[in-house]
């Protein structure tokens, strides 16, 4: 499989797990479409062509030539110049050498548009009661937020030493986040656990929540006792990064209960129990985890892959089924 092939594969994935509509994700692309064709002569040079058919700026191939056949592949949760400097080390004893490094979460020009994938929060926001106008104007405060916080940072550092080192580099970002969005959507919706003890048990059935567990990370309630009752679940696990501070009042005004999420900031965590909302925090690493293994679960239809997991990152594989999503 090319590396081309290898990123087009990963970004329809991503859309398939999208749970927005089919029709907004392609309002989106006509939308940059149009941006292209209108903006000035002078800025076409900096325009991200990838925008025209990818709707997840956090996704991108970093460096790397598109015709270049991969074989072998390293991923790790963060793939900072510490992990890019190991798989240096790592090739050396190789036989079979690493073909392309596979960060999750992003890198180079992927993490300076960061901010924008946080718009699909609001549709999701939408889909579970929440008026679009108050979505949108709470994720817009948020997404500004966010944008201002990444320009300081050195977003080319880890690129810059994939580059030197000859290493072929890309992030996906929002695809797997969307795999595992959709996998516990689906799965919480098909087992309908009674209490918050019920859920955190049936993620516990999970091999990536289980290799957690071990390690002393496991699901863990921080708002809400575990005889609570679920009640509607809204996972909270796409979208870039955690949205808006204020949303919890409206989500609950909207009829959820209890929110699954990989994270959560303590000022998130103040206003959700302020609004009596159950909050179950699956874990970080491991949701990662699971939505980077769902993905390549799909795109080992096309091409066996060998995969080298490091930085968080272990591989667990799923038979393929039918659907957008492997091991539903």
């Known amino acids: 499989m090319k590396l081309d092939a290898f990123y087009r594969k990963a970004i329809e994935i991503g859309i398939q797990n999208d749970l ?31 925008r025209l058919f990818n709707p997840f700026a956090d996704s991108r191939i970093l460096h790397g030539d598109p015709d270049k056949e991969i074989h072998t592949v390293i991923v790790g949760i963060d ?28 890198e180079g020009h992927a993490l300076a548009r960061l901010s924008d994938v946080m718009r699909l929060q609001s549709d999701l ?11 949108e104007q709470l994720m817009s405060e948020r997404i500004s937020e966010v944008a201002r916080g990444v320009m300081p ?67 863990r309630i921080v708002s809400g006792a575990p005889e609570n009752t679920c009640g509607k679940i809204y996972v909270d696990m796409t979208g870039g990064t955690g949205g808006s501070r204020e949303i919890f009042d409206n989500l609950a005004h909207a009829g959820v209960s209890t929110i699954v999420g990989m994270h959560i900031g303590e000022k998130h965590l103040e206003n959700a129990k302020k609004a009596k909302l159950n909050v ?44 957008p999503t492997a091991g539903l």
């Open 280 to 323: 179950v925090i699956a874990g970080h690493i491991s949701s990662d985890t699971l939505g980077l293994n769902l993905l390549f679960d799909n795109i080992e239809k096309s091409a066996p892959l060998e995969f080298i997991g490091i930085s968080g990152f272990e591989r667990f594989s799923r038979q393929a089924s039918s659907g």
């Open 153 to 219: 940072a050195n977003h080319n550092r880890a690129v810059d030493a994939a580059r030197a080192l000859g290493f072929p580099m890309i992030c996906l970002h929002t695809p797997a986040d969307n795999c595992v969005t959709r996998f516990l959507t689906h799965m919480f919706k098909e087992k309908s656990p009674g209490t918050l003890k019920d859920l955190t048990d049936l993620l516990l059935t999970i091999p990536e929540y289980q290799k957690a567990a071990r390690l002393q990370t496991l699901p």
């Open 125 to 135: 926001l939408a889909q579970h009661g929440v008026s679009i106008a108050v979505a």
């Open 20 to 50: 927005r509509s089919g029709r907004e994700i392609k309002r989106q692309l006509k939308r940059e479409k149009e941006a292209f064709k209108n903006i000035d002569k002078k800025e076409k040079p900096w325009f991200d062509m990838d």
């Open 79 to 106: 793939m900072e110049v510490g992990e890019i400097l190991l798989a240096h080390e790592l090739n050396k004893g190789l036989r079979k050498k690493i073909d392309l490094i596979v960060a999750h979460h992003p």
